[in-house]
């Protein structure tokens, strides 16, 4: 599939800004199952100073200074990306076998997708909703699957409960959220089951209602776990009880979702509140 | 011989047969002083004990006098024995080995992480610390300018590192405060040891950090990046600035534009090419760190890892400092230096390997990876709070290590009884340079605070450290060759400096002002408070008015009273007393104990641009307030006051450069003279209009007395070329009169000048023309609205930062 994203967040704040600063991570990159082909950054009031690096991950990162004098300051990026789906070979290990082989990673990867993280601790809770489904002697596909579907079942879908600094032990006991909290549960119970898990920012392409027309801006960002299988990593998306496919768009990948977070920023301004907004469409073309 | 003598013989005796001295000592050994000590003993024998408890006083005030201040503003602490060390040239050494381990170490995990790739280091030993900075991973090649670390001694009295120090060296000032204080205290000893000094390593410290400047500026901009009144170590922070003449700048003093850091100026900005990092990296950059977005700057980390920036230390050096990395150091030396590890450290067990910690609690020492970097003696934990600690190390296993703890060596310290052990941890600083490392030689020595205390933190009682030149190994004094590079410039303020020492300017007048009027309604109402009607007690309710509006306190007893009609009111025998005490030493705002501490507070700030003998009359000034009670004679310590405020102004007036740091400092004296006049002015001819002509003089020539001008007055009367009649005195004197430097036209006249110096000549001209309204009101509005312009046009903060993620 190809796909046009655009994805604009904007900001209005009741009072002038100075000035702003934003770290990006917009640009989608290159993986096993998508390729990227045109991408660009533009912002209002226009961008002052930009720069690009990729991150410890490989991930593109980028650095950005808006000149001030607005109330308003809106970023849009805009990607276009060919997307096809992973082949499904059967996987074979078990749990303990899919955690020894880890070791198969860098050893840098296997630190950093095996241990906590800020937003992903481990805990007894989370032992205990995760330990009896991810035993050693199961076999991973069937683990992983029905990992997926107790937390689709257990779990509510509800903006608004959570936020961007949510902890695991926090879902866990109010027992609902969004992608990102599912995605961060999903990756806490595979590192302490010894599996090395990342958490992956992204987007998601998505159907109208039946009957009526795609609104524009109505996708959203999305986020899913990405777990080592021992020979491969495998994309779940415990949001939608399902592995990721040619309709999931990877941007980034991290321990959590600190280290992808789509963008963040320092605003300097007298302003008390401010109004966020995103919009995001995943256009097939 | 006296039995003082006798006792006195016996200190050094008694010291050495006291049987809570470590395994080794660093004073004596077996009984006897060691060889190196000889002077030092001698020295502390003569002097007995009473004079090594007068040393101690001296110390404490030679501190406060510097207004030298430890952690959260307490004042900082030294015993005044230096510990005299004679093995320093293999210490060296091997601290020299270390600062060159610990950059090789930060290269590679900031460059090619060939260590974690191979497995030669355990990735998680580095992955997991917080302190590893991944912002910084392949950003632009940055040496370790400084290393430090944590020295103790074991058994045998050989040195180990008990813990590196990289990611903030608290103690490079406080290192040469101790020195200075027991260079005083001590002179003669001072004077005949022959001791490696310490300027060389600032020099050093100063070259290596222009060096470092990014595109090899000729004259590159450099600043002690600082969290300011949120440091914990502000007043380490502000000495080291002195030492090393190099601007203290935080988070407003600072913008980023382009991807360049910009120190901010009155109307420009100037390149900053290299800061001195005092903040820690998680606080440097709220863009990228989640630290305290008030400390930090957006942008900065970014322009490091572009390499449009220096910092000293690099992002992310905090890693170095891990305990979990100590087992694997011998490895790393002959890894990275093809060496063996000249300096060995403690065993450690790293809480996320092994349960031996866990199991061990009670009998090692606790250290902390990230969060607080406690360390904690297990020894000396109860039970609850060792089960408490072990809930928190078993949550977060990678976070703590446990150490075998080290006797560490004993060293004498002055105590009520005599001499008394300590244990004793030296902190060492290397620094780069175009010869490689080079070592401060002593350092920041520190004592526990009882015998047995074995963990010993920054906050502990600091002891100097003395090297004598015979320990030198001869190639490392530099001191003519590492010359600083001249031609610095004049150094331009920041908005928020130039802000502090306004208020500087502005708190000390306003203490003065008070202590001078409150000085006089005292002296009156001891006169004149009990015979309303006379011209004496007229004058006095006018002051009192006076005093009312220029502090915004009120006069309890006379408040139904206008203060015009006062005379008939019924006051409460003894208020005016009580009021100008109360304004005097209660602890309200608008007290002149108020104005004392905020102008301390604010002086505080910019140590770095004051001259040292500011502090011991500021250390003055706050003592008397300090002390004086209920009983105290007030117009004793007014007097003092005022007397302390003179000094102030005259270092200001004769020790400062006519720069805009000058400048500023004294228009905010300025400025506030003029409205401290006006008021007067205003308010006690408002509060006399009504009385007799006879009592309306008197007044006037209170009120040429609060403004110091009494005797300008008489003599010129006297001549015949003044008026006679006091109070067109007072109009002339204290109004147009430029001759007069209390009068508000020389008020106006200086702030034009201060303004010139300061590169705004429209605020100059409005300085000018602030005379020109005609009546007080209209005259007091337009000194109002000269402060407004003063400060929206020098002393803009920036706007807050607002975090936002998405």
């Known amino acids: ?135 050693p002697d199961r076999p991973l596909a069937e683990a992983l699957e029905e990992l997926l579907a107790n937390i689709h079942r257990d779990f509510d879908y509800r903006k608004g409960v959570t936020g961007v600094g949510t902890s695991v032990e926090q879902v866990l006991s109010c027992k609902e959220g969004v992608c990102q909290d599912f995605a961060h549960l999903f990756v806490g119970a595979c590192r302490m089951a010894g599996l090395a898990a990342r ?65 963040r920023g320092i605003v300097m301004t007298e302003a008390k509140h401010s109004q966020l907004k995103v919009a995001v469409d995943v256009e097939a073309v | 011989m006296s039995l003082q003598a006798l006792e006195d013989d016996a200190l050094t005796r008694v010291y050495s047969q006291r049987s809570d001295l470590a395994p080794y000592d660093e004073l004596v050994s077996g009984g006897v002083p060691r060889p190196h000590n000889g002077k030092l003993v001698e020295h502390l024998e003569a002097a007995g004990s009473i004079s090594l408890k007068m040393a101690v006083a001296e110390a404490r005030n030679l501190i406060a006098d510097g207004g030298v201040t430890g952690a959260e503003a307490e004042p900082w602490r030294i015993d005044p024995l230096p510990v005299v060390l004679a093995d320093w040239e293999k210490l060296e050494a091997g601290l020299i080995q270390r600062a060159r ?3 090789a170490l930060y290269s590679d995990l900031y460059g090619e992480q060939k260590l974690l790739r191979r497995g030669v280091l355990p990735a998680e030993a580095v992955l997991t610390n917080p302190g590893y900075t991944r912002f ?76 470092a400047a990014p595109d090899k500026s000729e ?9 300011g009144i949120r440091s914990r170590y502000g007043s380490d922070q502000g000495y080291l600035a002195t030492l090393l003449g190099f601007a203290l700048a935080e988070a407003d003093d600072i913008i980023t534009q382009n991807g360049r850091l910009w120190l901010r100026t009155g109307d420009e900005l100037e390149p900053l090419e290299v800061v001195l990092r005092c903040v820690p990296s998680a606080d440097a950059d709220p863009l990228e760190f989640s630290g305290d977005a008030a400390i930090g700057v957006p942008g900065m980390a970014q322009a490091l890892r572009a390499g449009r920036l220096a910092a000293a230390n690099p992002l992310g050096s905090a890693v170095l400092d891990s305990p979990a990395l100590l087992p694997y150091l011998p490895r790393l030396a002959r890894e990275l230096l093809g060496e063996d590890l000249a300096l060995p450290s403690p065993q450690v067990w790293w809480c996320f390997d092994t349960d031996y910690t866990q199991t061990h609690l009670g009998e090692l020492v606790l250290r902390e990876i990230g969060g607080r970097g406690r360390v904690i003696d297990g020894s000396r934990l109860t039970v609850p709070e060792r089960s408490a600690l072990l809930d928190q190390i078993n949550a977060r296993p990678e976070r703590w290590c446990g150490a075998e703890p ?39 020595g520190r004592v526990g605070f009882d015998p047995g205390q074995l963990v010993i933190g920054v906050d502990s009682l600091a002891k100097d450290v003395w090297v004598g030149t015979a320990a030198s190994s001869g190639a490392v004094e530099p001191l003519e060759s590492v010359g600083l590079r001249s031609g610095h410039g004049p150094v331009a303020i920041s908005p928020r400096v130039a802000g502090t020492l306004a208020a500087i300017g502005r708190f000390a007048e306003r203490a003065s002002s008070k202590a001078r009027l409150l000085r006089r309604i005292d002296d009156l109402a001891s006169d004149y408070a009990s015979n309303p009607g006379t011209p004496g007690h007229g004058a006095l309710d ?53 104005d004392v501490g905020r102008l301390l507070a604010n002086t505080a700030q910019v140590r770095d641009l004051m001259s040292s003998d500011v502090w011991s009359v500021l250390g003055r000034l706050e003592r008397t307030l300090t002390s004086a009670d209920a009983d105290s004679d007030l117009q004793a310590v007014l007097g003092e006051v005022v007397e302390a405020l003179l000094s102030f102004s005259g270092i200001h007036a004769e020790s400062m450069v006519r720069d805009s740091s000058w400048a500023f400092l004294d228009a905010g004296m300025r400025t506030e003279r003029a409205r401290f006049t006006l008021e007067l002015l205003r308010t006690s001819r408002a509060a006399s209009e009504r009385l007799p002509k006879q009592a309306q003089e008197f007044t006037a020539e209170e009120v040429l007395r609060v403004a110091d001008s009494v005797i300008s007055y008489r003599r010129r009367a006297a001549v015949g070329i003044g008026p006679v009649l006091p109070d067109d005195a007072e109009l002339g004197l204290l109004v147009d009169d430029t001759s007069n430097p209390r009068s508000i036209a020389f008020q106006y006249t200086a702030l034009a000048f201060d303004m010139e110096t ?32 003063l400060r929206a046009r020098h002393f803009s903060r920036q706007a807050p930062r607002m975090q936002e993620v998405s």
């Open chain 2, 136 to 211: 910084a991973v392949g950003g632009a090649k940055a040496k370790l300018a400084l290393s430090a670390c944590d020295l103790g001694r074991d058994a045998d009295g050989n040195w180990q590192v008990l813990a590196s120090q990289c990611e903030n060296p608290v103690g490079m000032g406080y290192a040469m405060v101790g020195r200075r204080v027991v260079a005083q205290v001590f002179s003669a000893l001072h004077r005949e040891s022959e001791l490696r000094r310490l300027r060389n390593f600032y020099h050093q410290l100063a070259a290596t950090l222009m060096e």
């Open chain 2, 542 to 594: 006018a002051l009192l008015a006076a005093a009312s509006a220029y502090t915004t306190l009120k006069v309890e007893a006379r408040s139904e009273s206008e203060p015009g009609q006062a005379a008939a009111a019924p006051t409460a025998p003894g208020s005016e007393a009580e009021y100008v005490r109360r304004v005097a030493l209660g602890e309200i705002v608008g007290g002149l104990r108020y």
């Open chain 2, 101 to 103: 381990l610990n950059d």
């Open chain 2, 406 to 444: 080290l006797p560490l060596s004993s060293t004498p310290v002055v105590a009520p009884g005599g001499l008394e052990p300590r244990r004793f941890i030296l902190r060492s600083f290397q620094v780069w340079g175009s010869r490689g490392y080079s070592v401060m030689p002593g350092g920041f």
């Open chain 1, 199 to 263: 958490y992956v920012s992204g987007y998601l392409e998505t159907d109208p209602p039946p009957g009526r027309a795609k609104l524009r801006g109505a996708d959203a960002t999305h986020a899913w776990a990405s777990v080592w299988t021992g020979e491969r990593w495998l994309d779940l998306d415990p949001t939608n009880n399902k592995n990721a496919d040619e309709r999931h768009i990877t941007l980034a990948w991290g321990r959590d979702f600190d280290d992808v977070s789509p963008l």
């Open chain 1, 1 to 135: 599939m190809r796909y046009k994203i655009t994805h604009s967040t904007s900001y209005s704040y009741d009072a002038e800004v100075e000035g702003c600063y934003e770290r990006a991570c917009l640009r989608p990159r290159d993986t096993g199952t998508q390729q990227v082909l045109e991408f660009s950054i533009t912002a209002s009031p226009a961008v002052g100073y930009v720069e690009t690096h990729t991150d410890v991950y490989g991930n593109y990162s980028t650095y950005l200074e808006l000149p001030g004098g607005t109330q308003q300051i809106e970023v849009v990026s805009t990607s276009v990306v060919d997307v096809w789906g992973a082949g499904d070979d059967p996987l074979t290990a078990t749990v303990a076998q899919a955690a020894a082989l880890s070791d198969r990673l860098d050893p840098r990867e296997l630190a950093d997708f095996t241990s906590q993280s800020r937003l992903v601790r481990f805990s007894g809770g989370l032992r205990a909703y995760s330990a009896p489904v991810l035993a």
């Open chain 2, 758 to 789: 300061a590169g705004d000549r429209e605020l100059a001209q409005a300085a000018s023309g602030l005379l020109a309204p005609s009546g007080w009101d209209a005259r007091m509005d337009a000194l109002d609205f000269f402060g407004a312009k």
């Open chain 2, 219 to 227: 004259n590159p901009r450099v600043a002690l990046f600082t969290a």
